[in-house]
């Protein structure tokens, strides 16, 4: 400590960098699934022989005259305001405090000499471009300190043709013709090629999917996007001859394949209105068989004709009717007629003459 009681030597020592940069180039599968790369890091250790002080040997470092060992030079000057000082780095000995008339002929002076080291890494699941990974202690080492930095690896991701990554999910533009069109078709993924199923109607610029083959989440390994394809249908400007008689022959059995699909449909119409028609004849005969049996028709030595409306009481009010009370006055009148049916079944049975017997016996009397 000199006499105007500070020191420069811990404040203006001069640093030196001990993290280290290193870009990793993967590939585009290799961000996707992760990977383990080994790589080799060129990093600084302090020299062996100098132990960092980059002298030949200990006499062979003096102190600095020009700032007395403190490593800076106070300049001081009078303003307005007062005497202001002013510290900086001094110019003979950057700061050191200390100066080497002899340097090391292993290091050359500089206090550390280069080596390399091999490191494994463990490449996650679902980096992408840009994406750091810091791994501590593998940096420059400064053994008069004690301190030892760190090694960051920026990565970059290599793109790949057809394939783009927008998030957990990658999206394709797949071309296809108006065969795969209808057959399906087979697209590239980060798993290989999967089939790809193309609905029929599909118009071009459509999008599907293939789910859970897209990008997996770094924090959630389980939760995995999807595979988007857009879907770019090409027609082909000009066929051979055998092509256009197949498309032909194609386009001619759909021809049929819909005729066939709507003479089925005319022929289900047809039975329909035949199977209405026979209800309503069967109808027609079942009422008509009641009015020869009681209707006023028969004549001669018949009975009476009896009519199926029934009666309606005068007491019953003019006015429209309540529906329920028109439904229970229906069922009273259904009742009475088929009570009628049964007692004229009864009467039927009866030779007719006995019916004729009174009416001669009055002609008689008369």
Known sequence: MDPGGFSMNSRFTRSRGLDIRYDLSLSFEESIFGSQREVNVARFETCDKCNGTGAKSSSCIKSCMECGGRGGVMNSQRTPFGIVSQVSTCSKCGGNGKLVTDFCRSCNGEGNIEGHRSIKVDIPAG?????????????????????????????????????????????????????????????????????????????????????????????????????????????????????????????????????????????????????????????????????????????????????????VPAWMPRHKADPSTVAAYGAFAVTGILYLICRISGILSVPQKHFLTPQRSEKEDE
């Open 127 to 311: 980096v992408n471009d840009g994406y750091t990974i810091e791994i501590n202690g593998e940096g420059s080492y400064d053994k008069k300190r004690g301190v030892v930095g760190n090694v960051y690896l920026f990565l970059h991701v290599n793109e790949k043709p057809g394939f783009r990554r927008d998030g957990l999910n990658l999206f394709s533009e797949v071309s296809i013709d108006y065969t795969e069109a209808i057959l399906g078709t087979v697209v590239e993924t980060v798993e290989g090629y999967k089939d790809l199923q193309i609905p029929s109607g599909t118009q071009p610029g459509e999008t599907f999917k293939l789910t859970n083959l897209g990008v997996p989440n770094l924090r959630r390994p389980s939760v995995r996007g999807d595979h988007h394809f857009v879907v770019r249908v090409e027609i082909p400007k000009n066929i051979s001859d055998e092509e256009r008689l197949l498309v032909e022959k194609l386009a001619s059995l759909r021809a049929t394949k819909d005729s066939s699909i709507g003479s089925k449909g005319m022929h289900q119409d047809s039975e329909k209105r035949k199977t209405r028609a026979s209800r309503k004849r069967m109808n027609n005969s079942f009422w008509s068989c009641m009015k020869n049996l009681f209707g006023a028709s028969q004549t001669g030595t018949g009975i009476a004709s009896i009519s199926l409306q029934a009666p």
